[in-house]
């Protein structure tokens, strides 16, 4: 049986800034109906990111088959040589020529505020995209992308019968109450983070087990706190892993998603399959940006042996 994993989800540039002063000292509380600012950035980077090719560098470094099914503009060339380089397939990568790739702006200040900007770009045209040309497939995920590829990715999944997991994430707010239902009976597996999970049942009006009866698993992350996946009725505690250092959460739960999807795939136990994902998070935590650490599959499995004192 084929391992390939179909990660349906935004490609994106993330432009950083850094402002050297603090926003509040700018910004005037009783002039903010005619804001006229600008801020000396004198530190610029650019990251790699979406959702998409996060969870498919940390998949790749798992030893898992991710296929990346998604959107980018006319300045992505570079991106693809990026995939290309890592060994990951760009055939389910669609360039939009009349587009610029999704990009976030980001400016941050001394307090670590942040204005950000997000342009949507060639991730608005994600629907164009269709399933049933990616091949043979075990598993697929729907993550944060253009709304009507969200939609569309989804049905396309249930009718061609590949089990997808659900990961609304910051996506969340722009679908219906009916719209998240759909997604949710059409899903084998649903995650989110706390936050996200609370707006979730006060979008659908459905409890925690009204959701989780409806899936394989439902998996709820917690920060510090954690995690927790419900199966069959049973709740299993995912401790959360001590990083290193805490450098940057960018990117932390497509870590965590990567983790799940490869667990799933190489039909480890809910427990292993949780904690294995909590390790990635962790492990991308104590880096800057979404894909800048580097890890061998050796590496996790000794450390996720240390962890929890058994290999998976």
Known sequence: MTKTTLICGSL?????????????????ADQLHKVNVSFLVPTLRTEY???????????KMLGGEPLIMATIGQDGGEYLERFETMGISTRGIRKIAHSYTAQCFVTADLDNNQINAFHPGAMQFSHENNVSEQGALRIA????????GMIKHAKDCAEQNVPFMFDPGQQLPMFS??????????????????YEFEMLMSRTGLTLPDIAERLEALIITRGEKGSEIYVKGERHAIPCVQAEQIVDPTGCGDAYRAGLLFGIVNGYGWPTTGKLASLMGAIKIAHQGGQNHVVTAEQIADR??????YRY
């Open 177 to 194: 109450g009916d719209e998240l239902i759909a997604f949710i009976n059409e899903a084998s597996y649903v995650t989110a983070n706390d």
């Open 12 to 28: 994106a540039f993330d432009k950083i800034m850094q402002y050297n002063g603090r926003f509040g000292e700018t910004l005037l």
């Open 304 to 309: 996720f042996e240390v962890e929890f004192g």
């Open 141 to 148: 995920i729907i993550a944060p992308d253009g709304r009507d």
């Open 49 to 59: 990111g979406g959702c998409s090719a996060n969870i498919a560098y940390n998949l």
